[in-house]
């Protein structure tokens, strides 16, 4: 998937159609939202955190629009449990959390975070401000493009409540251009120069989307039909 969209409406109509502009104008049916997106911002700095391990030091405040969040189990969180999106400069970032704590009316604290994921290391390298978009990563959020042939091409979409049409006037208008973001490799890690007297040896830690968190192997295996 190329892209996904976290749809929110008050009140909520109980589902929105994602209409697609089709070649030679008119809409065809996409997706379908069946549950409101969790939004909000932040209400705090986030600072730069460490990288693919736990990080108890910083903490955000998020402001919500409706929803409700809840702490989990460390393992729940490892296994994919607890995952923000932040809008910062460079893009979005996946962030981890296992500790949510109501602190306000709409106002969560989350804490122990996991940064890093989703080969997004550079983007937990810089500061967040207070201020920006949050969307909660769950099972309300719509898959749109999923194509390589997508990749690159502006596509104008509406979205409307489940059973009117693409040109209701309460339509919402988007124009969405998806980018390879999804497809880049991830960068390896722990590179290693060793000389020697055939020259010099260079070695590292390969990574990968899928099956790649296997601790029985001794590499994993490629994701692409080439290295």
Do not use: H
């Amino acid at each position: 998937i190329l892209s996904w969209a976290a749809v929110y409406a008050d009140p909520w109509p109980g589902a929105v159609t994602l209409w697609r502009e089709r070649a030679g104008g008119g809409y065809d049916p996409a997706a379908t939202a069946t549950r409101c997106a969790i939004l909000g911002e932040t209400l705090d700095d986030l600072r730069p955190g460490p990288l693919w391990r736990l990080d108890r030091a910083n903490s955000v405040r998020l402001r919500l629009r409706g929803g409700a969040l809840s702490s989990v189990p460390l393992e729940a969180m490892l296994a994919g449990a607890n995952r923000v999106a932040l809008k910062g400069e460079g893009g979005w970032e996946i962030v981890g959390f296992q500790g949510a704590e109501l602190v306000g009316e709409g106002v969560w604290r989350l804490s122990t975070l996991l940064r890093g994921l989703g080969g997004d290391e550079a983007l937990a390298a810089r500061s967040l401000p207070a201020g920006s978009k949050a969307v909660i990563v769950d099972d309300a959020l719509a898959p749109l493009a999923s194509g390589v042939s997508d990749i690159g091409v502006p596509t104008r979409w509406r979205a409307a409540a489940a059973g009117r049409d693409p040109s209701d006037s309460l339509a919402a208008a988007l124009t969405l251009t998806p980018s390879a973001l999804a497809l880049w490799p991830y960068a390896p890690v722990r590179p290693r120069a060793r000389r020697s007297a055939a020259g010099l040896a260079i070695s590292f830690i390969r990574r990968g989307r899928r099956d790649a968190d296997s601790w029985a192997l001794s590499e994993i295996p490629l994701g692409e039909a080439r290295a």
